[in-house]
């Protein structure tokens, strides 16, 4: 058996290492015979061409192939000294957080930052990686755990650098098409300025293959041979953090190639360290190399066909699916109990102390607010006045809040995963893929179309993540990859087309944020209307509720048709969450925290469980939507901001715990 599979790895070993090479060649070849010219006549033509080809094209693609070489290097580094192969800037929360400071350096101070971009880059970067691995240190730096993590730094640093291009107008939106990761260049600069930070980089990760080797073991083995394991685990991350942060500096984000570089190494024949270090690079380089020529190659004129950042984006999420059987987690989701807290023992009470609860909450979102001579509750005629602005919203963040309540209830009961949700699994980011198609096929569509395209995008997310999971048996861990892994491809595609700059760019980047600012009766009336009509069949589906969770042999022994029944639900949750992403934007996860708050109340029926859900998810929304209107009034925050500021916490607290109650 052994000398069967020695042979096989052999064979593929060539065809790796030669196709990403001959097809790199073959790619730029085909870019300088089609490249665009200025049209050949006198002199100055010629010149032209010569000055675009030496001063362009030349050194754009030796720039991808040092950026490459860095972000393959950054992320081998970071694979192997977590032991943890779906490993990146982008999956740890790296990327994001650079940007963030970058855009917050560029926007308020855009003289400073050019003395200093690169130590903005890796100060945001170092940060990111230090909180996603406080956040998993408990759990052994478990990688789903180390993912999860990741994900929520990722969502609360995009929440924030969103609202911060909102607030600085046009130009923090070309601080957003530059963090897209474009290449293009005009001259040398760029080139002679990353090449010594990889030299660098490169001879430092030299001086460090022998304790990467030794941490490949485990960390008393480590011990054992006297490694010093903290300070070399924190020596080798700031490293690749510098090397991520020294490409981002410079050229933007660039998603996914540390994750696929290691990847395409370990494929093409890599196996040890020592190799990783030198093939990985090789592979990132000419990754970049190729997808570079293809964006030049595709695009019209002498535009690209989209940033190459975001081009590269787009490998993340089918490449973290592609990796997901070599990741093994030791308990990042606890196995459920079903043991209860505190179960009530008078549910139907509590519940009405909750919508009590609720109704003042609204009272106090329409009447109390700030003004210039202090807090003031709006009464009579000043009531009268403000209603038309301060009821549609506060509608629509209550419905809002309430679908994705009822849309998180029935994916955690649908899936037996008590992390399941709309943000985390990927389905608000469907809807939002289903969004930047109907803008790219219809320019301004009408709010239906919107609407219609939103849902087939989140259904379209939520029946892939299903379907993936459903070959692991709903493993909790591979679950939640799996939506990582969708999130991140249809979010590339909403990157996009928001790097082009236009007017759809910037009605995506408003969704992201998740204003209520402009809501109106046709987004109340929405709000009221999907609340009732998508709520009203799950009284009658309580039986499927009940017996999903126990999982498909049991339910299938219950008399009950899976297939139909999980599809039914899953349509269900894929209309409200997009009805729901559509007003308010995809980053709140109040679809999570909402049926979690319900089952630590004490509601333990699924009936009650459901009903304390939506009134939850519509309390939650609305204390976040007032928070948004008075916390730096006069001035206005995207509601999603703060959902996200919400519920990133409660994601940080709900992980750190050493089970997660059913």
Partial sequence: MVSRAKPAGNAGTPVFAILLPLLCVTAFAVLIVTRPEVPHGDADAAMLNSVLLWNSIMPRSMLALIAGAALGLSGTL????????????????????????????????????????????FGGGLAAVAIVLALSWRRGLDPVTVALSGLIVSLIASALSVTLILSRGEYAMSIYIWGAGSLSQQDWNGALSLGPRLILGFAAALLLVRPLRI?????????????????????????????????????????????????????????????LMLTAPLMGAGLLFLTDCLTQILGPGFTDLAPTGA????????????????????????????????????????????????????????????????WHVATGSLLTDLLPFRLPRTIVAAGA????????????????????????????????AGLTVALFLFGFPSPIIMLLAM????????????????????????????GVGIGAFAMAIVTMVLAK???????????LSGSTNRAGAFEAWTAIISLVVMTAPLPFLSRWLTILPLGAGP????????????????????????????????LSLTGLIAPHLA????????????????????????????????????????????????????????????????
């Avoid at 009961?413 to 469907?430: D, H, K, Y």
Wanted: some cysteine; charged content about 10%; proline content about 4%.
């Fill in 78 to 121: 970071l694979q192997r000294v977590l032991r943890n192969p779906i490993a990146d800037a982008s999956t740890l929360g790296i990327a994001a957080g650079a940007e963030l400071v970058m855009t917050a350096a560029m926007g308020f101070s855009p003289l400073l930052i050019g003395f200093s971009r690169e130590m903005a880059a």
């Fill in 215 to 275: 941490l490949a073991l485990d960390d008393s083995g480590a011990r054992s041979l006297g490694l010093a394991l903290h300070s070399t685990r924190l020596a080798i991350i700031a490293l690749a953090v510098w090397l991520a942060a020294s490409v981002i500096s410079e050229v933007g984000v660039i998603s996914f190639v540390g994750l696929a570089a290691p990847a395409i190494a370990r494929l093409a024949g890599a196996r040890s360290t020592g190799k």
């Fill in 311 to 374: 081009a590269t984006a787009l490998l993340g999420g089918p490449l973290l699916l592609c990796l997901l059987p070599s990741v093994h987690s030791v308990s990042a989701v606890a196995a459920q109990s079903t043991a209860a807290l505190n179960r009530l023992a008078k549910p139907l009470l509590a519940l009405g102390a909750l919508f009590i609860a609720l109704a003042l909450i609204f009272a106090v979102v329409l009447t109390l607010g700030p003004a210039e001579d202090g």
């Fill in 401 to 432: 809040g309430a679908m994705l309540a009822a849309a998180g209830f029935i994916m955690q009961r649908v899936t037996g995963n008590p992390i399941a949700s709309p943000e985390v699994l990927g389905v608000s980011s469907g809807a939002g």
């Fill in 455 to 482: 849902a087939l995008g989140a259904l379209t997310a939520f029946l892939a993540m299903i379907a993936i999971s459903a070959r692991a048996q709903f493993s909790p861990e591979r679950m939640l990859l799996a």
């Fill in 501 to 511: 700059g236009d007017m759809r760019g910037y009605i995506l980047l408003t969704w």
């Fill in 555 to 586: 339910s299938r022994a219950a008399g009950l048709h899976v297939g139909v029944s999980r599809l039914a639900l899953a349509i269900l949750a894929a209309l409200m969450t997009a009805i729901a992403s559509f007003l308010v934007g995809p």
């Fill in 599 to 662: 089952r630590l109340a004490g509601f333990r029926a699924p009936g009650h469980q459901l009903t304390a859900s939506l009134l939850f998810g519509a309390g939650v929304l609305m204390a976040a939507d007032w928070l948004s209107r008075v916390v730096i009034y006069p001035y206005q925050v995207p509601v999603g901001l703060f959902a996200a500021l919400i519920g990133g916490p409660y994601l940080i607290w709900l992980l750190s715990r050493k089970e997660v109650q059913q």
